[in-house]
């Protein structure tokens, strides 16, 4: 098995969520949309972010929020599938 990194932007605020298992800062709203985002990037999941990476857009669609104004990350993400 081979791991295949990639970087992935998504919401910021996910972040402790993906990569901590913490969800404590999250509401049920937005735990589901951030549980439909990870689906959505599988079989990819994210390990880390990127430092600095972090900015605002307002196109929070885009990344899975379910607002226009939200600050988004890269986040280093992994596979583990075979290529």
Known sequence: MTIICDEIDGVA???????NGDDSG???CDKRL???WLSSIAP????STVEGSERFTW??????ADCSGVT????????????
């Not at 990819?44 to 390990?47: M, N």
């Not at 196109?59 to 899975?64: C, D, E, N, R, W």
């Not at 988004?72 to 290529?83: D, L, P, R």
């Open 13 to 19: 605020h996910w972040a402790s969520y993906f990569i």
């Open 26 to 28: 999250l509401d049920e």
């Open 34 to 36: 951030a549980d439909i």
């Open 44 to 47: 990819y999941y994210p390990v």
């Open 59 to 64: 196109s929070g669609t885009l990344y899975g």
């Open 72 to 83: 988004v990350c890269t986040y280093i993400c992994y596979s583990g599938e075979s290529v």
